[in-house]
């Protein structure tokens, strides 16, 4: 049996932010949380405490050591918070400046230097992952993706049926192995009675630098990670694994997610 010695994650918390900051006259939010939202800064949207505190102490309970997270070089609130404020004491926090948010893909070419030649875990910093899940994943063979079960985003998330399209579906061989992700609202894969569906947390090793250095612009003109996965499969022969997880992710994507989330996390204990 594999026994990883994965420790390092990155989190992407570069991104602009576009939907949280778009207003939504029939969400109100406190004036705390309606900054932060203002701002684009989902991951310090206060949820008693910064959401991004939940998504470390997950992380620290799933085993992990260092985190890297991408930030813009505005984004000086927040390493002011885990450095200077907040620091944690149970997992190191570094940073790494993408200067320009061209994309998910340019965004993990910015902690190159952090992850060096370990293998390291990508994920959102608008989601809450299970520690469970992050566990699984941590403790895989490289490289890997968690898929997660559509059935238990609906059923035990915060994402209604008429959303979960959003995230892409996995289309899985015989083998486990990720084949491609289908684009958001796209064909579903039909070989399964359930849909796993790519919350963009991932098990890396050194080889996904190279796919993300040779990735093309998307139709959306950016660099997305996704896209070098699928390039790194097509033509690098890296075989990604796919972690099936019946977990719920907490989604944080625009105004109208914030009261829900912050009424499914009131129990979490989070320990820094």
């Known amino acids: 049996m594999h026994t990883s010695t994965t420790r390092k994650a990155v989190i992407l918390a570069r991104g602009l932010g576009t939907r949280m900051r778009k207003g939504d006259a029939s969400v109100s939010l406190p004036a705390d949380q309606a900054r932060a939202a203002d701002l684009g800064m989902k991951g310090m949207i206060p949820i008693g405490r910064p959401f991004l505190d939940y998504v470390l102490s997950a992380l620290a309970d799933a085993g992990f050591e260092r985190v890297c997270l991408v930030i813009g070089p505005e984004h000086q609130a927040v390493v002011r918070h885990y450095k200077v404020e907040s620091p944690p004491q149970r997992i190191d926090v570094g940073f790494a400046i993408q200067q320009q948010p061209l994309g998910t893909a340019d965004a993990v070419l910015a902690a190159e230097s ?159």
């Open 114 to 272: 952090f992850c060096g030649d370990d293998s390291f875990v990508v994920l959102n910093s608008d989601n809450y992952y299970p520690a469970e899940a992050l566990r699984a994943l941590r403790e895989a063979e490289p490289p890997a993706i968690a898929g997660f079960a559509r059935s238990s985003l609906i059923a035990d998330g915060n994402v209604p049926p008429d959303r979960v399209g959003r995230f892409g579906a996995l289309t899985i061989d015989k083998d486990g192995l990720l084949v491609s992700i289908v684009p958001r609202d796209g064909n579903t894969p039909s070989a399964s009675d359930e849909i796993y569906a790519s919350m963009n947390c991932w098990l890396f090793d050194s080889r996904i630098f190279d796919a993300c250095r040779k990735v093309e612009l998307s139709p959306r003109n950016e660099l997305e990670l996704p896209r070098a996965v699928q390039l790194a499969i097509d033509t690098m022969g890296m075989r990604f694994t796919v972690v099936r997880i019946a977990l719920p992710v907490l989604d944080m994507s625009t105004r109208g997610d914030v009261a829900g989330v912050h009424e499914r996390l009131k129990a979490i204990n989070v320990r820094l």
